[in-house]
């Protein structure tokens, strides 16, 4: 029987514990699932060619920058600047939740790619401002801006706020 | 409730319904196909350099103006004209073990020239290890021009981090170990690359990869230089260990 990498376990173990969530911020950034998808695969993919490289302390990040970077590279490829074309893949259930998310995400399509990555960043992945400047490669003060910025906008779209009991989210 | 916890708690459902994912074994299937060849493309990259000294040669020994020599100049029309610089026969101070392969190789693949290069490397390192560092090197390579392209043999200890399987490979159970078969391509397959892979019992690897520069795989194959029996032999060989 031919060998496995040594290291290939805890590849495995990252992928099985991290590839909700990096479906999640793709999903954010792409505004499609497919597309998404495509680009989570390609991200594991390139994160297991380098993997014995990655200090194990830094993949998360590592994960995370290859991840957003394809993302800008398939929007950029795909002419992606405005997914509201497209209706989400799946309604939430009941009709409130359908609305809400087609509002979202019309909201998110108004803004670029980067201003999408570092809204998912900041309030999909909880990242802190100096870890999304890490994985953006920008300033924290320019993340700040940029933060502050698609707020504003996602604010002027996004339907004013009602207070919905039950609304609350375990994280 | 704040803009902030607006977008937060409104990103939090719309991602919640995961619509399809990654697969592990694809991933891990390409993953491991890239490494291979991102490895083998080092040694290919050593290859070209080593090509553009014998353009260079050939420019100086003529006389003419290596300012005018077409530094793109295919690798296999210079090789012919003018032997490279002289190559060092000790690729690897300190150590015979590059000697003793390339010895092999060369008995078995007659139809191969000199290496271009041979040099100890690792699982984790991109690229060879410095010569110097060879006493830890997890596997050696040896790197050849052909007229079609190029070949690489590597030899890997069982202590290799990187050691590998192919489960998409043709598998074939030979004395000793087993025998893998594998053709795929790279740069938007404009290189066609034949491996044959042979890991022994104890863990030890012998790959030896054909690289060839053709549009698709019917043509790639009818420009091999190497023949298959002649690399299966030579993965098999109990001295390319070390």
């Known amino acids: ?171 | 409730m704040t803009v902030e916890q607006l977008v937060r708690d409104q990103l939090d459902r719309a991602t919640q319904d995961i619509v399809g994912g990654p697969d592990l074994t694809t991933t891990i299937r390409d993953g491991r196909r890239r490494r291979r060849a991102s490895r083998a493309g080092v040694a290919v990259a050593a290859v070209a350099v080593l090509g553009l000294g014998a353009v260079g040669a050939r420019a100086a020994l003529a006389g003419g103006d290596a300012g005018v020599v077409a530094h793109d100049a295919p690798v296999a029309d210079a090789a012919p004209v003018a032997p490279a610089p002289a190559a060092p026969t000790d690729f690897v101070p300190g150590t015979d073990v590059d000697d003793s392969m390339s010895a092999v190789v060369a008995e078995l693949l007659p139809e191969l020239p000199a290496p271009d290069d041979v040099y100890p490397s690792d699982g984790q390192t991109a690229g060879p290890l410095p010569d110097t560092e060879f006493a830890r090197a997890q596997d050696w390579q040896a790197a050849y021009t052909t007229d079609a392209g190029g070949a690489l043999v590597m030899m890997g200890s069982p202590e290799e981090l990187g050691g590998w399987r192919c489960s998409d490979c043709g598998a074939q159970q030979v004395a000793g170990g087993t025998l893998y078969r594998e053709t795929y391509s790279t740069d938007g397959g404009q290189t066609w690359w034949f491996g044959t892979y042979f890991v022994g019992d104890d863990g030890h690897f012998v790959n030896a990869f054909e690289s060839v520069q053709a549009p698709d795989e019917q043509a790639a194959t009818s420009k091999r230089v190497l023949a298959d029996n002649d690399i299966e032999a030579l993965v098999q060989d109990p001295r390319l260990t070390f």
Not at chain 1, 54 to 66: C, E, L
Not at chain 1, 98 to 120: W, Y
């Open chain 1, 1 to 171: 029987m031919a060998r496995t990498p040594a290291w290939e376990s805890a590849y495995r173990e990252f992928f099985a514990a991290r590839q909700r969530r990096l479906m999640r911020t793709a999903y954010a950034i792409l505004g499609s699932w497919p597309a998404a998808e495509d680009a989570v695969q390609t991200a594991f993919t390139q994160l297991y060619v380098h993997w014995p490289r990655i200090q194990p302390g830094a993949v998360d990040t590592y994960a995370r920058r290859t991840l957003v970077h394809t993302c800008f590279r398939m929007a950029k490829q795909q002419g992606r600047e405005t997914p509201t074309g497209q209706l989400p893949d799946r309604p939430l259930a009941g009709p409130e939740g359908g609305l809400e998310r087609l509002d979202l995400m019309e909201a998110l399509a108004g803004l670029s790619p980067k201003a999408r990555a570092v809204v998912a960043l900041r309030f999909l992945d909880d990242l802190p401002v100096a870890e999304v400047a890490q994985v953006l490669d920008l300033p924290e003060g320019t993340v700040k801006s940029q933060t502050a910025r698609a707020l504003d906008r996602l604010q002027a779209v996004l339907a004013p706020p009602q207070p919905i009991e039950g609304a609350r989210h375990d994280r």
